[in-house]
């Protein structure tokens, strides 16, 4: 079983949308959680840290249910810009970092 | 320009050659992570330093994969007698280890194509 899955997509939205991605993981001992952002043939760049108690930074929320063993994130408002590939992330003591293969999103005029 | 920086960016090597990539971390940053990514595919850990010792090795890292990290600032991945199924993007990241934050900042990669 693979340690991080996510559902590819594509996701092909409309701008002003609202879309959210999940992705499960399968260590229950993971402590540390991201959401990253790829463009393409880029590096990918951080979008944020996930925490217990769920955190907010603009248009974007990310959520994790310890219990279901799976983080969210939510997308607002969508822009054009916003079009990219989001990668899940999840470490146990911050020595090994898993990756999702990653949700791919368009913004669609 | 004060992030991760990768030398070269792409490189083009016959089938049995050796290559060696360079990673210049964020310059406080203790923790240095080498990652392999295909298309489609999610970075794969491949190996991870914390100063200058190699703390953890993916158990898919063949005996022709090394690094060093040798004064705990730059690191470099030696790839030897390459194959096609090496062709890839490697990537490097550093963070700082500091309470429980891990936040990893990625260099824009080096592009490896076997030929």
């Known amino acids: 079983r693979k340690e991080v899955e996510q559902d590819p997509g594509p996701f092909n939205v409309p701008e002003g949308a609202t879309v959210a991605f999940n992705c499960t993981y399968s260590?229950?001992?993971?402590?540390?959680f991201f959401w990253y952002r790829q463009d393409c043939r880029k590096e990918p760049k951080l979008l944020m840290s996930?925490?217990?108690s769920g955190n907010e930074d603009g248009r974007f929320t990310a959520q994790l249910n310890r219990a279901s063993q799976y983080i969210s994130l939510l997308i607002r408002d969508s822009k054009l810009s916003d079009s990219a590939t989001y990668l899940c992330?999840?470490?146990?003591?911050?020595?090994?970092?898993?990756f999702g293969t990653g949700t791919s999103l368009t913004v669609i005029p | 320009d004060t992030g991760v920086s990768q030398d070269p960016r792409h490189k083009i090597t016959k089938r049995g050659q050796n290559v060696t990539f360079r990673c210049d971390p964020i310059?406080?940053?203790?923790?240095l992570y080498w990652y392999r990514q295909t298309l489609g595919q999610g970075p794969e850990f491949l190996t991870y330093?914390?100063?200058?010792?190699?703390?953890?090795k993916s158990r898919l890292l063949s005996d022709r994969f090394s690094a060093e990290r040798p004064k705990g600032s730059f690191s470099t991945l030696e790839i030897q007698r390459t194959e096609q199924g090496d062709s890839a993007m490697y990537l490097c990241?550093?963070?700082?280890?500091?309470?429980?934050?891990?936040?990893?900042?990625f260099g824009p990669g080096t592009r490896l194509t076997v030929t």
């Open positions: 330093f914390q100063n200058e010792a190699q703390l953890e």
């Open positions: 310059s406080e940053h203790n923790r």
């Open positions: 990241a550093s963070s700082l280890a500091f309470r429980t934050s891990h936040e990893q900042y």
């Open positions: 992330v999840v470490s146990n003591t911050g020595n090994q970092f898993y």
């Open positions: 260590n229950s001992a993971s402590q540390s």
């Open positions: 996930v925490y217990s």
